[in-house]
């Protein structure tokens, strides 16, 4: 239960919550922690804030104070590589991650989670990647005080094996790139996948162990693979080729090289003509020209999952139609924007 007292009569009392100060572009924050005892020169400027009166909580055994509903809702909400802020603001709680990787969000619970009205958690996309430190979720109880019930019900929708927010490490791979094109073996024109692929790789905490050049030869192609498996390659990533021109034969090479699960074509530009496989349990990613033209394309997708072990197939493809058109900003600001969303 709450009780409405002047302000002007509150001098002495302890402030039940959080009291937010807002001056149009210049700040948002707490003009008044919950705990502040109210003094005398404080009267005006709460005034100022528009409270004439101070709410006294007086609760009842089926009502929760927002701070412990956070808290309670964090705890369920936070999974693998999420840590929970340590103070309520406002009456939120941050979840951070706990380390770089990619964030995995149980979409369908979070769902149940929101529907039941009283209580809120927002999060970033699932499958942003994340570093360390960086808010990825929020959550609060919406009254200052709700039904406990209300709130027992969220902890449970959320809480489980794999709770709905988690941050995935990022596995650290020795990859082997198969770069492809008569044009580039031979010296026709320099290659620009190298330097573009190790740079991917390395940004993710991986390496390339061995590159492999290729004319557009299926059998020759299938070869330079199998040598990158043999020198302890456990990613593969193949460059060019991908058209229905009829040079193009990197399908077949990657398809000759002993690769099944193999899926051609993407809902995703640039990166229509992606292929993903697998050789074994080694990942094989096929990376269409757009590689080179582009700054960011499906292959910075797919990388971040296919390194936290998740298997892709035409199924997972096929989601990422929703949010997969890249619009080609003159200042590319990913992962900060729609693309893969």
């Not at 590589?81 to 979840?95: H, M, N, P, S, T």
């Not at 190790?198 to 050049?213: C, P, Q």
């Not at 060019?240 to 530009?269: E, F, K, N």
Request: aromatic letters at 4%.
């Amino acid at each position: 239960m709450k009780k409405s007292i002047p302000v002007d009569q509150a001098v002495g009392m302890v402030l039940p919550h959080d009291i937010t100060e807002i001056v149009k572009d210049e700040f948002k924050g707490c003009a008044f922690k919950k705990g502040h005892i109210i003094r005398t020169e404080d009267v005006e400027h709460l005034r100022r804030l528009g409270k004439d009166h101070i709410y006294v909580l007086e609760l009842a055994d089926n009502e929760i104070h927002e701070d412990e509903a956070a808290r309670l809702m964090a705890k369920a909400l936070a999974g693998t590589g999420v840590e929970c802020g340590r103070e309520v603001v406002e009456g939120k709680i941050a979840l951070k991650a706990g380390h770089d990787g990619l964030l995995k969000i149980d979409r369908e619970r979070l769902l149940q989670f929101n529907l039941l009205g009283e209580v809120m958690c927002s999060t970033l996309h699932d499958n942003t990647p994340v570093k360390q430190g960086e808010q990825v979720a929020a959550t609060r109880l919406i009254p200052l005080v709700g039904e406990r019930t209300v709130v027992d019900q969220a902890v449970a929708a959320v809480d489980g094996a794999e709770n709905v927010v988690r941050v995935l490490p990022l596995q650290k791979v020795r990859a082997g790139l198969v770069i492809t094109g008569s044009e580039v073996y031979y010296g026709r024109i320099e290659d620009k996948f190298e330097k573009v692929l190790r740079e991917k790789l390395n940004a993710l905490g991986s390496e390339v162990a061995t590159v492999r050049f290729a004319i557009d030869d299926a059998e020759q192609i299938a070869n330079e693979i199998k040598h990158c498996l043999a020198e302890g390659a456990d990613l593969i990533v193949t460059s060019g080729g991908m058209s229905v021109d009829p040079d193009d034969v990197t399908r077949l090479g990657v398809l000759g090289a002993g690769a099944d699960d193999i899926v051609y074509g993407s809902p995703v530009l640039p990166g229509a003509m992606f292929l993903v496989a697998r050789i074994g349990n080694v990942p094989v990613l096929g990376l269409p020209a757009c590689g080179m033209y582009h700054n960011i394309t499906i292959f910075d997708l797919i990388l971040p999952r296919i390194l936290t072990g998740e298997r892709i197939g035409r199924h997972e493809l096929a989601e990422m139609g929703h949010g997969g058109l890249c619009r080609n900003c003159e200042r590319c600001q990913y992962p900060v924007c729609n693309f893969g969303k």
